[in-house]
């Protein structure tokens, strides 16, 4: 039987924990967030978070810890070298993950530095289900390219398929032809495909991806950052899967890779990352890497009470009660708005609700960046913080055109056990209200561009004063209310 419980009849999610340290938020009013919006280059993530009310930015670092996690780092053992703390999580990776070689690293991307730094010549491809962004910037600061191979169907924003991030294995294994196996140093597999909405992979086509790289003795590499609700996915939608525990469906998906990497921020709510492998002599390719750009073996540029709570945080990965929070308000979150007519990436997935900017905002052209356009504007709106996925989050190709994204969405990430239900209600209410308001949002340009990750620290313009406009809107519907 499952864990999970849901009010009968309403599909409304109950909670099986409860909250014990609470922080007061602020509704700051929307002229205030106006000139927020102003100030931050109309890119959300240079808002400042005394100006947003709820923070659905991302689901990296903002989760909530449990209190046996809190209570954890009471008794780190703080030492250089080796630390009892590291002993810990390297028995926690080993039972969890089933890997007994652990390099622990400061975050996600740093494992993907050192992945990449060690294992990608110029020149070299890496066949994938879907880039990460930061994935992708390390494959190609080291000479790398990518192909991504999805399954047909996956990018369609209305879908019924409950395994959109599963990779094409007939494509897989033509592009493997095409390139070369000694030209394709690693396949990347990630669990929750983040960039396409949280869509997870079944364990039958992890299956068959292996059967590949076997075949053409080509390594497996899995992204793990989104693992845990990528085995909750599995067991409410995998038919083979249902009557397994989270414990034996992870081991399933981890013993399949050759390497598995994962950012700590979203798989054990804490901070940190690591690389594991049951591969004496990849561990070893990658060892002195370690030293080198994060620390210490034992430590790896995390502190001792961080890693304490990811070795607790990886063990309540296997609680599917636990785990189950986040997807199941995402649920209701998706399905209420898919209800309402208002465009999101369906089936729901994993990490937040994706709201489909290209039909939302239909008449701005996708130069003009819809989905950053469409982040601004509810958080002027809302002082709801969501996240551009879409043009702005690409890269310029190497001549500097601008490549569209294959979609463009807003994200509204719903961090792990944070947010109440009335506070999604809230999130509901005003995206319907700017839904029907939707025409008076415009466009966005570019006045400040980095040239790497730009959607971090970029600062753009509307191409008119429809923040204004809908800000004058907003007053006469709601009168003086926040
Ligand atoms: C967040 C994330 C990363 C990067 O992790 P950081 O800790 O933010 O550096 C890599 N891959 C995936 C799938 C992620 O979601």
Redesign the pocket.
């Given at each position: 039987m499952s864990d999970v419980k849901f009010y009968k009849g309403e599909d409304i999610p109950l909670e099986l924990h409860k909250v014990r340290v609470v922080q007061k938020l602020h509704l700051v009013p929307i002229e205030r967030r106006l000139d927020a919006i102003k100030e931050g280059g109309f890119n959300t993530f240079r808002l400042s978070t005394r100006d947003v009310y709820l923070d659905m930015l991302?689901d990296?670092?903002t989760n909530a810890m449990s209190d046996n996690q809190v209570a954890a780092m009471f008794q780190a053992d703080d030492a250089y070298a080796g630390s009892q703390s590291f002993a810990r999580l390297q028995k926690a990776v080993e039972e969890v993950l089933g890997k007994r070689f652990l390099l622990p690293v400061h975050?996600?991307?740093?494992?993907?530095n050192i992945i990449c730094k060690t294992f990608i010549k110029p020149g070299n491809l890496i066949p994938m289900n879907y880039h990460?962004t930061?994935?992708l910037a390390h494959i190609t600061e080291n000479g790398g390219k990518i192909a991504e191979l999805l399954c047909d169907g996956a990018l369609e924003i209305k879908s019924s398929n409950p395994f959109k991030g599963n990779i094409d294995i007939e494509k897989l294994e033509a592009c493997i032809q095409q390139n070369g196996a000694a030209n394709i140093p690693f396949i990347r597999m990630?669990?929750?495909?983040?960039l396409i909405g949280g869509q997870p992979f079944s364990i039958s086509n992890m299956m068959d991806v292996r059967r590949i790289a076997d075949k053409y003795g080509i390594m497996l590499v899995l992204?793990a950052?989104?693992l845990g609700e990528n085995a909750y996915l599995v067991k409410q939608r995998e038919e083979q899967w249902k009557e397994n525990s989270m414990a034996e469906i992870i081991k399933m998906m981890t013993g399949l890779a050759d390497l598995v990497y994962?950012?700590?921020?979203?798989l054990s709510s804490s901070r940190g990352?690591g690389i594991c492998t049951n591969k004496k002599e990849l561990y070893g390719k990658m060892e002195a890497l370690i030293p080198l750009y994060e620390g210490f073996l034992t430590y790896g540029g995390i502190s001792v009470r961080e890693i304490e709570a990811m070795a607790i945080g990886l063990y309540e990965t296997l609680d599917e009660s636990m785990i189950s929070q986040s997807p199941s308000f995402i649920k209701y979150l998706v399905e209420t708005l898919d209800s309402l007519g208002i465009p999101v990436v369906t089936p729901p997935g994993v990490?937040g609700c994706h709201v489909d900017a290209m039909q939302f905002c239909d008449h701005i052209p996708q130069s003009e960046y819809p989905a950053g356009a469409l982040a601004a504007a509810f958080y002027l709106i809302s002082g709801v913080r969501g996240m551009e996925r879409g043009t702005i989050s690409s890269v310029r190709d190497e001549h500097g055109v601008e490549i569209l994204a294959d979609a463009e969405l807003l994200r509204l990430a719903v961090p792990r056990r944070v947010f109440t239900l009335s506070q999604i209600k809230y999130v509901i209410d005003r995206l319907q209200w700017l839904y029907d308001n939707r025409k008076m949002i415009g466009g966005l340009t570019f006045v400040y561009e980095p040239p790497v990750l730009r959607f971090f620290m970029g600062g753009l313009a509307p191409t008119s004063d429809w923040p204004e406009q809908l800000m004058l809107k907003f007053r006469k519907d709601f009168g003086d209310s926040l």
């Open positions: 991302t990296s670092g975050q996600g991307r740093a494992a993907e990460f930061t994935a990630e669990a929750s495909t983040n992204d950052s989104l994962f950012s700590a921020r979203k990352g990490l």
